[in-house]
T-cell receptor
Framework: GESVGLHLPTLSVQEGDNSIINCAYS??????FIWYKQESGKGPQFIID?????DKRQGQRVTVLLNKTVKHLSLQIAATQPGDSAVYFC??????????FGSGTKLNVKP | EADIYQTPRYLVIGTGKKITLECSQT?????MYWYQQDPGMELHLIHY???????EKGDLSSESTVSRIRTEHFPLTLESARPSHTSQYLC???????????FGSGTRLTVV
């Protein structure tokens, strides 16, 4: 299967600071990527996506950066809030039928 | 508000029992998926369907089976539960190539 992995299993940040969550993928043919947020006891929720023909996409307080040269994806969260505490997964696909998920990064936001 | 529903949310069952995990979506999505997830770990695809009467095995070997008789319903069945089946099972659906998944809240299964 595909290999999508995250560099840091746990990230602790102070409330109000910016957070950066990283993800590496192995398939250079992957052309669509999604970040998901999973809160305790819930299913993953879509945060933001990006296609391989883009290197940056912005949403509300979130930005995804894609570096195809080194096969790296990152999620930036501005002004991190306690409600951002969750596990974050990146997912990638090369055929738009199945997505492959990494192992997740837990974000802890300290008040 | 999620439009994909999984029941039960929690299930504790004895070894050898047959169980069916229910998943229903009201969005009319053609594609539906079952993922297995251990706490805090990555999601592993175990089954998927592209439409009625279409089912495929995923990348993770599983002793479960699925059926897709109706668009909105995608149940997963374990004929004989074992402790190794203890995990969280997530159902998801999507429509269109450029769309991500909509996930249900999951069923946390414990086999004792």
């Amino acid at each position: 299967g595909e290999s999508v992995g995250l560099h840091l299993p746990t990230l602790s940040v102070q409330e109000g600071d910016n957070s950066i969550i990283n993800c590496a993928y192995s398939n250079s043919a992957s052309d669509y990527f999604i970040w998901y947020k999973q809160e305790s006891g819930k299913g993953p929720q879509f945060i933001i996506d990006i296609r391989s023909n883009m290197d940056k996409r912005q949403g509300q307080r979130v930005t995804v950066l894609l570096n195809k040269t080194v096969k790296h994806l990152s999620l930036q969260i501005a002004a991190t809030q306690p409600g951002d505490s969750a596990v974050y997964f990146c997912a990638e696909t090369y055929n738009f039928n199945k997505f492959y998920f990494g192992s997740g990064t837990k974000l802890n936001v300290k008040p | 508000e999620a439009d994909i529903y999984q029941t039960p949310r929690y299930l504790v069952i004895g070894t050898g029992k047959k169980i069916t995990l229910e998943c229903s979506q009201t969005m009319g999505h053609d594609k539906m998926y079952w993922y297995q997830q251990d706490p805090g770990m990555e999601l592993h695809l175990i089954h998927y369907s592209y439409g009625v009467n279409s089912t495929e095995k995923g990348d993770l070997s599983s002793e479960s089976t699925v059926s897709r008789i109706r668009t909105e319903h995608f149940p997963l069945t374990l004929e004989s539960a074992r402790p190794s089946h203890t995990s969280q099972y997530l159902c998801a659906s999507r429509q269109g190539q450029m769309m991500g998944y909509t996930f249900g809240s999951g069923t946390r299964l414990t086999v004792v």
